[in-house]
DNA sequence: CCAAAAGTGTTCACCGTACACCCATGA
DNA sequence: TCATGGGTGTACGGTGAACACTTTTGG
């Protein structure tokens, strides 16, 4: 707003702006996402993805954290953006875009998430047991669920569903988990740690009647992005 | 936020949504984009992305390939969707989130653009030479370049830039421009050819005073069709 | 016959994959 | 001592990289 000529605004109308999450975790071996039951309408009822409107003076990012604690409870996720969704008719209240983001919550983290705002209830569903969606959100859900599989060959974004300190098995088993396949305990061990993003902890897991298993954690700090 | 009907409207500000375009081509053996001089404020005299204000029932890429044709003259691109910009201060004017889509062009299909609606004038610009932007325009040029690159290695993407029929030395000439090194005529010809992506058409390009080379086609339909 | 770009094969190092047995612990 | 998951090495095939000369044409 630097002079009364740049004061300009657009006057046609605006649509309404959103953000929509898509929270992943891994919980008992089974990959699985996040859904508020919408307490309003359109939809009220339904299950959706956690989200809502954006303010005027807040950042996207932002937003999309906003929104997901307001109705989840859930906080401190690093929040990657996904897509855009815009067509005219998603939405029967009034032209709405919805900037989407996908988040990822390690298994240790899954403190029962409470409902709030426009949320009569909150919880976890089986990727592979979804009820249906409010919007498009069915369609939001299966773009997240493309890019989260694609990325699992060249970043380390399956570290995301991995506690601060884990074990090499229960990193094998998220792999297997959201590659919906075994893989060969031997060359798994040696390919993670040939990228050497991991390191022991020099302490030891004992979880039942055998053998302790090494502990380890990631050595990177933050979240080795790898550009898709 | 409760309304009987589904007539609601969600009663605080909108912001103004946009969409803008990286538009790429490769000319003279250098990777060029597309840019528009702006003719209003703010900004006005300043290079930008072709782009403009989403119509109210439009979706959100018939606006980008809307505004870009009327901008420059450009149509029939395929244009994929990049990120969603939304910084609270990208605009002096109002709250403005931008869409971004990039496209390829090309390289025989270089007529030269015309300006018209926002823009005064239309001009291409090697990549590594590019005029100062408006807005945040250059991160978004950065964003799509990045992908630009990534895409290379997993995807066909090059062959947005290449004619109807071309030959290989074209192609390997492309690829090198794009990765900025020079490659293996032998190793590249042979992975080409070992993906199956392109066919012989049978004739023959003479190009000088030396031997022709053979022409080839892509075997997949093309998602970069035409430009007017 | 000369200049200039087109076209062509082999070797080698590295990496992903297949595959089976011993180890450490608690009960 | 047994049941259970933890931990280890080798051999093979495929893929990407390095590398130089012959072919075809126009002038």
Not at 105 to 122: E, K, M, N
Not at 182 to 199: G, S
């Amino acid at each position: 707003m630097r002079s009364p000529s740049q004061t300009f605004s657009y006057p046609y109308p605006h649509p309404a702006v959103t953000t929509d999450v898509v929270v992943f975790t891994v919980r008992n071996n089974r990959l699985a996402i996040l859904l508020v039951k919408r307490a309003n309408m359109p939809f009220a009822g339904s299950w959706a993805l956690p989200g809502g409107f954006l303010d005027i003076d807040e950042d996207l990012d932002a937003c999309a954290a906003r929104e997901l604690e307001e109705e989840t409870g859930i906080a401190g996720l690093y929040l990657e953006q996904l897509y855009t969704f815009g067509a005219t008719h998603r939405d029967p209240r009034e032209r709405v875009i919805s900037v989407t983001y996908y988040a990822l919550v390690p298994q240790d983290a899954l403190t029962a998430p409470r409902a709030a705002s426009d949320a009569s209830d909150v919880d976890w569903f089986d990727f592979d047991a979804l009820p249906p969606l409010a919007f498009d959100h069915a369609a939001i859900v299966q773009m997240a669920h493309r890019r989260l599989v694609a990325k699992l060959d060249y970043s380390t974004i399956a570290f995301g569903f991995m506690p601060k300190t884990f074990t090499l098995s229960e990193l094998q088993c998220v792999y297997e988990t959201l590659l919906n396949q075994p893989l060969d305990k031997r060359n798994f061990r040696k390919r993670i740690l040939a990228q050497d993003l991991i390191e022991e902890t020099g302490r030891q897991r004992r979880n039942g009647k055998h053998r302790p298993a090494r502990e380890y954690r990631a050595r990177f700090a933050k979240r080795v992005e790898i550009i898709k």
